[in-house]
C-alpha cells in the first residue's frame, strides 16, 4: 500500500500542478476565454440547434486528458453574424401571432470548429445531454430540437452522424454538391441557391472588361477541382485564356510549399487579374496574408465565401483595394440592422459568444465565474461603431440563408399543425409532440415567400440558379473596408456592370489589334496570345481583335487604314481625263493631217508623182485613214450600248479598207513592173483595174465576220471593280473574245500578205516606186499590233482601253508617214523631182530590159 501510494504520489502532484496553472492563466488575457460556455441556449415549445464556427481554439497536446480547457485564438465575427441572424429570425417569428400560434421557438447555438479533432464534440453534447457523452445513448427525457442547421462544411463531417436520428439538417450554405445525393444525405436541405452559373457569371464578368489573360487560384478540394473545370470550359467559350493556375492547399502541411510556389507564379504572371475561388476549409486566409505584398496593382475576382473584408488585418485592405466580389443577390431583411445596432452583452448576457466578442472589439476587461463580467467598456459602445472590418452590419449571404432556414423549420412546422388538426379536430388548440422525423414530408415540398419578399424554395429538383450582386471592395477611407454594389449578373436575364474607379484595368497577353488588322497566332502560345497583321487587298476588319479580316463587295473599296469599306467612284477614259484628252488630241491633229495629204494630192492629182502610184488608191488609202483616226474617239468618253457596238466594227472595216488598199497599190506596182509584155492576160487584169476589186472584196469579207460578231454575241457594257483601286470603270466587254480575235487575225493575215508582196517589190526602180515605203509602213503597221498584243493582255481598266486607242493611233500615224509624207515632201518642197522626163526615161529603159530578156 505504501509502495503504491509512493508511486502515485507524482502523478496527484502534476495533476494538482495543471489545475492550478489552468486557474492562474483563466484569470487573465485570451485563456480566461477557454472557461466561456461554448454555447448559447434559449428555451422554447420547440427549439432548433445550430453548430457555427463561431471562434477558433487550441488544444494543447499536454492538456488534451482535459479537453474542457481550450485555448482561444481568434473569433470570426462574419460567423457570429449567423448567430444574430439566427436570434432575430426565432425573436420575429416569435412576435408573429399567425405563423406559429401558442408556441414558442428556442434554439442552442454550439460552436464547432470544421475539419478539427473536436468537430464532434458538441454535437455529441448535444445529442446525449451530458458533457460526458455516449453514442447511441442519451439522458435528456425528451428533446425539443426539431432541426439542426450548420455551415456545409460542418454538415459533411456531422451529417451521418446526425441522419441515424433523421434529424432534418438545413445548411446555411455555401451550396456543396456532395450534400445533393439524397442516397447519402436524404435529411439535409441546402439553403443556398445552386451555383452553377457562378463560372459563367465570372466569364462574362471577365468578357464585359475585356480581361482576357487571367490567373487562377483555387482551392484544392473537390468543390473547387469541380468549379475549375466548369470556369476553364466558360473561360475558354469566350475566348479568354489561363497563364497559371494555383491549387490553395486544405492542410498546414502543404501551406509552405504553395507560398513559395505562387510567389514566384504571381510575380512572373502577366495576368493583372487572378479569380480566387475557396471554400471555408481552406488555409486561404493565413496563406494569402503571408505574401500580401505580391497582390497590390491586382484585380481579385473572388466570392462572399471568403471574406477579406472582415479580417483583422487591415494591411491586406489596400492589396485588395478593387476587389470584384459575386454575392448571392438577396433582398435586405427589414429590421436586421436595427436588431444589431441593439444587440448588446446587456440585451443578452446569457450569450457568452457576445461577450467574447465585446471584451475583444472594445478591449474590455474580463473577470467573475466564468469570466462574464465585462469592465471598463465604452459606455455608448454597439456593433455599428466598429469598422467594417471587425463587424458587417450589412447582412451577409450566410446570414441570409440561415434566416429562411429558421423560417423554413417555422413554416414546416405550422404545415404539419394544420395537418394534424384537420386529421384530429379534437386537439385543436393542444400542444402537439412530434419526433424531427415527422418535418420531412414538409420540408421536401416547402415552397414559401419570405418577409423580404423572396422565394424560397426547399426542392432540389426546383431549386434556381443562383443570381448575383457583384460588389467592388474600396479601401476607403484606409483601413476602413467597404463594399460597394457595382453590378449583378443572373443566368435568366443580362447582366450590367459598372467600374467605379476612373481608369479601367488591363489584362490582356497581345495588346489587342486595333481595326485594320487581324490577329496572328503564336506557335505554342494560348490563343489570347497573338501578333497583329495588317489586313491584305481590299480587305477590312472593323473591330478590335479580329481573327479574319473580311473582303469588301464589289462595289465598295478599302481605305488606306483597313478598317472602312467606301463605294467606289464610276469612271471611265473620258475626254477630260489628261490620258484621254491627249489621245483625242493626238486622233485629230493626225486626223487634220490627213485630210491635209488628201487635199495636197487633190490639187496636185496630175503630176507624175500622183499619177504613177495610182491616185485613186491614194485617196481610197487617206479616206480609210481618216476614219482609222477618227474611229479612236469612239474608244473615249462615257461608255454606252453604241458606242461598245461601233468601237470594234469601225476599227475592224476601216482597218481592213487601210490594209486592203495598200495590198492592192503593192499588187498594183508589182504587176506595173513584171508584167508589160503586150497580149499577157495579166497585162489586161492590170490595165482593166482588178486589183482595186481586191478592196471592196476584202472589207465585205469584214463585214460578214462583224455581223456574225454583232448576231452572236456583241458588245456591252460592263463594270470593271478590280483593276484600279477605290473606282469602277465603265468598259465595252467584247462580247466574244473569239469574234474579237477573229477579226484581228483576219486583220493580221492582210497586213502579212501587204507585207510580203511589197517586201518582193521592194527592189524595183523607185523614183516614183512606193515598194520600199509599202514595205517599211507594213513593217510598221505589223511591229505595233504584234507588241499590242501581250501588252493588252498585261493591262486592266482604263489603261486596257488607251493601249487600245495608243495602238490604233501609231499603227494609223505609220501608214501615213511612211507612205505619203515622202511624197508630199517631193511635191510641196522639191517640185524638180516631180518630172514627167526622167519618169519617162526610166520605164523606156526598162521596157527594153525586159524585151531583150524576153528575146
Not at 473569433?75 to 401571432?97: C, D, G, M, R, T
Not at 477579406?308 to 466580389?325: D, M, Q, R, V, Y
Not at 480609210?624 to 462615257?638: D, K, P, V, Y
Not at 462583224?706 to 469602277?728: K, N, Q, R, V, Y
Request: with cysteine; hydrophobic share 45%; proline share 5%.
Amino acid at each position: 500500500m505504501q509502495m503504491l501510494l509512493i508511486l502515485m504520489f507524482p502523478l496527484i502532484f502534476l495533476l494538482l500542478f495543471l489545475q492550478l496553472y489552468l486557474l492562474v492563466t483563466c484569470q487573465d488575457g485570451h485563456d480566461c476565454y477557454s472557461q466561456m460556455e461554448q454555447s448559447f441556449y434559449k428555451d422554447g415549445d420547440i427549439e432548433i440547434a445550430a453548430f457555427l464556427h463561431i471562434y477558433t481554439y487550441e488544444v494543447p497536446i499536454i492538456m488534451k486528458r482535459f479537453i474542457k480547457y481550450h485555448r482561444f485564438r481568434w473569433f470570426k465575427s462574419k460567423n457570429y453574424q449567423y448567430a444574430l441572424a439566427l436570434v432575430f429570425a426565432i425573436e420575429e417569428i416569435n412576435k408573429n401571432p399567425h405563423l406559429l400560434p401558442n408556441m414558442t421557438l428556442g434554439f442552442g447555438i454550439y460552436n464547432v470548429m470544421h475539419s478539427h479533432i473536436t468537430v464532434m464534440e458538441n454535437p455529441f453534447i448535444w445529442l446525449v445531454g451530458l458533457e460526458k457523452y455516449v453514442p447511441n445513448y442519451t439522458c435528456k427525457k425528451q428533446s425539443k430540437s426539431v432541426a439542426v442547421i450548420s455551415e456545409s462544411s460542418i454538415a459533411v463531417q456531422m451529417g451521418t452522424l446526425l441522419e441515424l436520428y433523421k434529424i432534418p439538417q438545413l445548411t446555411l450554405g455555401p451550396f456543396e454538391p456532395l450534400l445533393s445525393d439524397s442516397g447519402q444525405f436524404p435529411s439535409l436541405y441546402q439553403m443556398a441557391p445552386k451555383d452553377t452559373s457562378l463560372a459563367r457569371g465570372i466569364a462574362s464578368l471577365m468578357l464585359h472588361f475585356g480581361w482576357t489573360w487571367v490567373g487562377l487560384a483555387i482551392s484544392d478540394l473537390p468543390k473547387g477541382i469541380k468549379f475549375m473545370t466548369d470556369l476553364k470550359v466558360e473561360l475558354q467559350k469566350n475566348g479568354i485564356c489561363v497563364d497559371f493556375v494555383e491549387l490553395i492547399p486544405a492542410t498546414e502541411e502543404t501551406l509552405s510549399s504553395f507560398q513559395n510556389s505562387v510567389h514566384i507564379q504571381i510575380l512572373k504572371s502577366s495576368a493583372n487579374v487572378v479569380i480566387l475561388f475557396c471554400v471555408t476549409e481552406s488555409l486561404i486566409g493565413t496563406s494569402f496574408q503571408s505574401w500580401w505584398k505580391l497582390m497590390m496593382w491586382k484585380v481579385w475576382v473572388t466570392t462572399s465565401q471568403w471574406d477579406f473584408a472582415s479580417t483583422e488585418k487591415p494591411f491586406l485592405f489596400h492589396s485588395f483595394h478593387g476587389t470584384l466580389i459575386f454575392s448571392d443577390h438577396h433582398s435586405e431583411i427589414s429590421g436586421f440592422k436595427n436588431f444589431l445596432r441593439t444587440a448588446n452583452p446587456s440585451k443578452y448576457p446569457e450569450d457568452s459568444y457576445l461577450s467574447k466578442f465585446w471584451s475583444l472589439a472594445f478591449n474590455c476587461s474580463v473577470s467573475g465565474a466564468f469570466c462574464k463580467t465585462l469592465q471598463n467598456c465604452p459606455l455608448n459602445a454597439s456593433l455599428e461603431s466598429l469598422p467594417p472590418h471587425h463587424f458587417d452590419m450589412t447582412m451577409s449571404d450566410g446570414s441570409y440563408n440561415i434566416y429562411n432556414a429558421v423560417y423554413a423549420v417555422a413554416h414546416s412546422v405550422r404545415e404539419m399543425l394544420l395537418q394534424d388538426v384537420e386529421m384530429q379536430p379534437g386537439n385543436k388548440g393542444a400542444k402537439v409532440a412530434f419526433s424531427p422525423w415527422q418535418l420531412h414530408p414538409f420540408l421536401k415540398n416547402l415552397q414559401f415567400t419570405n418577409p423580404a419578399g423572396d422565394l424560397v424554395n426547399l426542392n432540389q429538383k426546383r431549386n434556381l440558379e443562383a443570381e448575383y450582386d457583384i460588389l467592388n471592395f474600396w479601401n476607403f477611407p484606409y483601413g476602413f473596408g467597404r463594399k460597394v454594389k457595382v453590378g449583378w449578373f443572373s443566368p435568366y436575364i443580362s447582366h450590367e456592370v459598372s467600374w467605379t474607379d476612373h481608369k479601367i484595368p488591363h489584362s490582356v497577353c497581345s495588346v489587342s489589334c486595333s481595326p485594320g488588322f487581324r490577329k496572328t497566332p503564336l506557335e505554342g502560345k494560348p490563343a489570347c496570345c497573338f501578333d497583329c497583321t495588317p489586313c491584305p487587298g481590299n480587305e477590312i476588319s472593323n473591330q478590335t481583335d479580329m481573327d479574319q479580316c473580311v473582303n469588301c463587295p464589289d462595289l465598295q473599296y478599302a481605305n488606306t487604314e483597313r478598317d472602312q469599306c467606301f463605294h467606289k467612284k464610276v469612271t471611265f477614259l473620258s475626254f477630260e481625263d489628261p490620258l484621254g484628252m491627249t489621245l483625242v488630241c493626238t486622233a485629230l491633229c493626225f486626223s487634220i493631217l490627213t485630210v491635209v495629204f488628201l487635199g495636197v494630192f487633190v490639187k496636185h492629182r496630175d503630176t507624175p508623182i500622183v499619177k504613177a502610184n495610182n491616185r485613186c488608191l491614194s485617196y481610197i488609202l487617206l479616206i480609210a485613214l481618216t476614219f482609222c483616226f477618227l474611229c479612236s474617239l469612239l474608244f473615249i468618253g462615257h461608255p454606252n450600248t453604241t458606242t461598245c457596238v461601233l468601237q470594234q466594227t469601225t476599227f475592224g472595216v476601216a482597218f481592213t479598207a487601210a490594209v486592203s488598199t495598200i495590198l492592192a497599190k503593192t499588187i498594183t506596182v508589182l504587176l506595173a513592173f513584171k508584167v508589160t509584155a503586150p497580149g499577157r492576160r495579166m497585162r489586161h487584169w492590170l490595165l482593166s483595174g482588178v486589183p482595186n476589186s481586191i478592196i471592196p472584196i476584202c472589207s465585205l469579207i469584214q463585214l460578214a465576220l462583224c455581223a456574225i460578231w454583232l448576231g452572236t454575241s456583241p458588245p456591252f457594257i460592263d463594270t470593271d471593280a478590280h483593276s484600279e483601286h477605290g473606282h469602277i470603270i465603265l468598259v465595252c466587254n467584247k462580247g466574244s473574245v473569239t469574234a474579237f480575235y477573229c477579226v484581228l487575225g483576219y486583220l493580221g493575215s492582210l497586213a502579212l500578205a501587204s507585207f510580203t508582196v511589197a517586201f518582193l517589190a521592194r527592189n524595183l526602180p523607185d523614183t516614183f516606186n512606193e515598194a520600199k515605203f509599202l514595205t517599211f509602213s507594213m513593217l510598221v503597221f505589223c511591229s505595233v499590233w504584234v507588241t499590242f498584243l501581250p501588252v493588252y493582255h498585261s493591262t486592266k481598266g482604263k489603261v486596257m482601253v488607251a493601249v487600245e486607242v495608243f495602238s490604233i493611233l501609231c499603227s494609223s500615224a505609220g501608214l501615213l508617214g511612211c507612205i505619203f509624207v515622202p511624197k508630199c515632201y517631193i511635191i510641196l518642197l522639191r517640185p524638180e523631182k516631180n518630172a514627167l522626163k526622167g519618169f519617162r526615161d526610166r520605164i523606156v529603159s526598162k521596157e527594153t530590159d525586159v524585151l531583150k530578156n524576153s528575146s
